[in-house]
C-alpha cells in the first residue's frame, strides 16, 4: 500500500505491506455491447503493465455480469481470424465468482465456487477498469468501486456518466461555451408511445439540416449500432437497430470535414493535450464504423496534417472538454474540422480503447509517452488519488 492509500483509508502500512508491490486488478469484458473491444484492450494492458513494479489480477466480466477469475494470457485475448474473444473463454471456471467487499476497511478479493469454501486473493491497490460502454465506463462501476474505497484509473461517477451519455455530455459541453453539433434525442417512451411523432420530430430536423442523418445509440462506443440514414426509407431500420443497444437514442446532422481526435492525459500538474490524430476517409465503408475500427485495422494520420494554430486550438479545446465534464485520469476527444475552419466538438471517450491500433496510445507515442509510460502514468495517478469527495 502506497504512502498516498495509507493516508486515504487512516491505517498506517504494516512492514509487510510497506514493502509489496501495489496490487493492481485489471477488471475488463462487461455486459455491453463492447465486451469483445474490452477483452482486446485489457490483453494489451496486461501485457504492457511493468511486473517488477505491480502485481496483477485479471478480473474478467462476463456478457452475463458474472465476475471470473481468469487467465493472465493476453495472447488469448486478442482479435483473431476476425473472431471476437470473450470473458467465457478465459475464466477458470464456468460458475466461479469474484467478489470485492464494498467496506472501505477491507480490500480483498475473495474467490468461491459452488460447493467450495471461498478463497482469499489478497488485497488490491488501484483497480483499472478496461470497460467500454453501459455497465462498466458508465459510472456503474466507478460507483461500486467508491463505495469500496478502491483507487481506480480514469474518471469518477459524475463524468463517466456525462461521457456514457451523448445527449448529456453535449447539454456539458453546450453550458461550458464548447461548439456542438445540432442534434435530437428520441427518448424510449417516444417511440413507443407515439412513433409517428418521433418519426416526424426526426423529419423536421432532417427538414433543418438535411439528409443523411447519423442515427445512434445514445449510450454506447466504439460506433456500435450507429446508422447513416440516406433518406426517409432507411429511418425505421436505422432506430430499431440502435434500439438494440440503447432504447434512447440520439439523431446527429452529417457535419462535413475532417475527423480529428486529441488525447487528453492526467499529469502531476493537470491535464495535458497529446499531438492531434485525423482519420482520413474509409473507401471501404460508410463511415468510421465498428469494422472499420477493429476489424479491418483502419488507420488514422499521426500527428493530423494541421496548421500550428489549428493544433493548438484542437488541444486547448481537448482540455476544456476535459475539465467540463470533470474527467480524471485520460479522456480522448473527438472533433470534426468543418469546412469553414471551426472545430466542433463530437464527444469524449472516457475509457477509450487501447488496442495496438488504438488511436489514445498512438497519439500519446508520438507526443513522447510510449505505451508502457502511459500505462504507468495512469495505474500512478490513480494511486495519488483518494476515493470520496475530491
Not at 511486473?51 to 494470457?73: F, H, N, Q
Not at 488514422?300 to 489549428?310: K, M
Not at 473527438?334 to 496510445?361: A, K, Y
Amino acid at each position: 500500500m502506497s504512502e498516498n492509500q495509507s493516508q486515504s483509508t487512516g491505517v498506517a502500512p504494516t512492514s509487510g505491506e510497506a514493502l509489496r508491490k501495489p496490487r493492481v486488478a485489471v477488471v475488463f469484458g462487461g455486459r455491453s455491447s463492447e465486451h469483445a473491444i474490452s477483452v482486446v484492450t485489457a490483453g494489451a494492458v496486461l501485457r504492457a503493465i511493468d511486473r517488477s513494479k505491480y502485481d496483477v489480477l485479471p478480473i474478467g466480466i462476463t456478457t452475463d455480469g458474472r465476475w471470473a477469475l481468469t487467465a493472465d494470457e493476453p495472447d488469448r485475448m486478442a482479435i483473431a481470424d476476425r473472431q471476437l474473444p470473450s470473458v467465457a473463454d478465459l475464466a477458470e471456471s464456468a460458475e466461479g465468482g469474484v467478489v470485492l467487499s464494498v467496506d472501505p476497511a477491507n480490500r480483498e478479493v475473495v474467490y468461491s465456487e459452488p460447493g467450495s469454501v471461498p478463497k482469499a486473493l489478497g488485497e488490491v491497490d488501484v483497480v483499472f477498469p478496461m470497460l467500454h460502454g453501459p455497465y462498466g465506463e458508465d459510472g456503474t462501476l466507478q460507483g461500486l468501486l467508491e463505495l469500496s474505497g478502491v483507487p481506480y484509473v480514469g474518471s469518477g461517477v459524475l463524468a463517466s456518466a456525462v461521457g456514457q451519455d451523448k445527449e448529456y455530455m453535449k447539454r456539458v459541453f453546450i453550458s461550458f461555451g464548447l461548439p456542438v453539433g445540432p442534434y435530437e434525442v428520441i427518448r424510449p417512451r417516444e417511440w413507443v408511445q407515439d412513433p409517428s411523432a418521433a418519426r416526424k420530430k426526426i423529419i423536421d430536423f432532417a427538414g433543418e439540416h438535411g439528409w443523411p442523418l447519423f442515427v445512434k445509440p445514445a449510450r454506447a462506443g466504439s460506433s456500435i449500432g450507429i446508422t447513416k440514414v440516406d433518406d426517409l426509407s432507411g429511418l425505421d431500420e436505422a432506430v430499431e437497430e440502435a434500439q438494440r443497444h440503447d432504447p434512447k437514442i440520439i439523431v446527429e446532422a452529417l457535419l462535413r470535414g475532417r475527423e480529428i481526435e486529441c488525447g487528453v492525459l492526467e499529469f502531476e500538474d493537470g491535464p495535458r493535450a497529446s499531438l492531434p490524430a485525423e482519420i482520413p476517409p474509409v473507401s471501404a465503408h460508410d463511415f468510421y464504423d465498428f469494422e472499420a475500427k477493429y476489424i479491418d485495422s483502419a488507420t488514422g494520420l499521426v500527428p493530423a496534417p494541421l496548421t500550428d494554430e489549428q493544433t493548438a486550438e484542437v488541444r486547448r479545446l481537448a482540455v476544456d472538454a476535459f475539465e467540463a465534464a470533470s474527467c480524471e485520469g485520460l479522456v480522448r476527444a473527438d472533433f470534426f474540422l468543418t469546412e469553414d475552419g471551426e472545430f466542433v466538438i463530437n464527444e469524449i471517450n472516457t475509457m477509450p480503447g487501447f488496442t495496438p491500433i488504438s488511436m489514445f496510445p498512438r497519439m500519446w507515442q508520438e507526443t513522447g509517452v510510449g505505451y508502457a509510460e502511459l500505462v504507468d502514468r495512469l495505474i500512478q495517478a490513480a494511486l495519488r488519488r483518494s476515493t470520496g469527495l475530491r
